[in-house]
Nanobody, 123 residues
Framework: QVQLVESGGGLVQAGGSLRLSCAAS????????MGWFCQAPGKEREFVAA????????YYADSVKGRFTISRDNAKNTVYLQMNSLKPEDTAVYYC????????????????WGQGTQVTVSS
């Protein structure tokens, strides 16, 4: 059974940092792209960051460029999201996703999703 399990979420003050992890099991994901998305209450799920299978290319939403960094460790079948300079508007449930079939930034492209981890940034 394929699983993506996120961890690392929590409550942090504005300006603080968190590091999210997404551990994959059930199959290897080291030959596919992976991404992070977020969903705030009452809003649609939206793209945050993505990384190609080799890690050589990364993509970011404009709102997080310069603050968030996506990375992966294929030996551990794990992808990370380092979140710095957090803002209250970053508050959301963050989801890990894997194996996009088309656009790497598009929610419907991804075949596999984690259950999400809550990130709350207080002002």
């Amino acid at each position: 059974q394929v699983q993506l399990v996120e961890s690392g979420g929590g409550l942090v003050q504005a300006g603080g940092s968190l590091r999210l992890s997404c551990a994959a099991s059930g199959r290897t994901f080291n030959n596919v792209a992976m991404g992070w998305f977020c969903q705030a209450p009452g809003k649609e799920r939206e793209f945050v960051a993505a990384i190609t299978w080799s890690g050589s290319n990364t993509y970011y939403a404009d709102s997080v460029k310069g603050r968030f960094t996506i990375s992966r460790d294929n030996a551990k079948n794990t992808v990370y999201l380092q979140m710095n300079s957090l803002k209250p508007e970053d508050t959301a449930v963050y989801y890990c996703a894997a194996d996009p079939k088309k656009g790497i930034v598009q929610v419907p492209s991804y075949n596999y999703w984690g259950q999400g981890t809550q990130v709350t940034v207080s002002s």
